[in-house]
């Protein structure tokens, strides 16, 4: 059984730094690219950052520079390291499998909240 667990969410100032985890079980997680999206009030939820199983990364747009997604294969978790942080960026984030979305398995999420 597929599970995901984010945590590492908060309430911070903009400029601010948080580091977000997702631990992950239930696949082989090192053979997988790896996503963080997020998902702010009243807006669909949109691709952040993906890691590939050998480390090869790609962001949006609005966090490249201020974002970097990690793993550790040997933990089973993805990071999001999370810089310079806007109150733009407040949402909840969550991980997931990119090529698996569809299956609609979701974990319960991570709030990060940026005051300005």
């Known amino acids: 059984q597929v599970q995901l667990v984010e945590s590492g969410g908060g309430l911070v100032q903009a400029g601010g730094s948080l580091r977000l985890s997702c631990a992950a079980s239930?696949?082989?997680?090192?053979?997988?690219?790896m996503g963080w999206y997020r998902q702010a009030p009243g807006k669909q939820r949109e691709l952040v950052a993906t890691i590939t199983s050998s480390g090869g990364t790609n962001y949006a747009d609005s966090v490249k520079g201020r974002f970097t997604i990690s793993r550790d294969n040997t933990k089973k978790t993805v990071y999001l390291q999370m810089n310079s942080l806007k109150p733009e960026d407040t949402a909840v984030y969550y991980c997931n499998r990119p090529a698996y979305i569809n299956l609609g398995v979701w974990g319960q999420g991570t709030q990060v909240t940026v005051s300005s």
């Open positions: 239930g696949f082989i997680f090192s053979i997988f690219t």
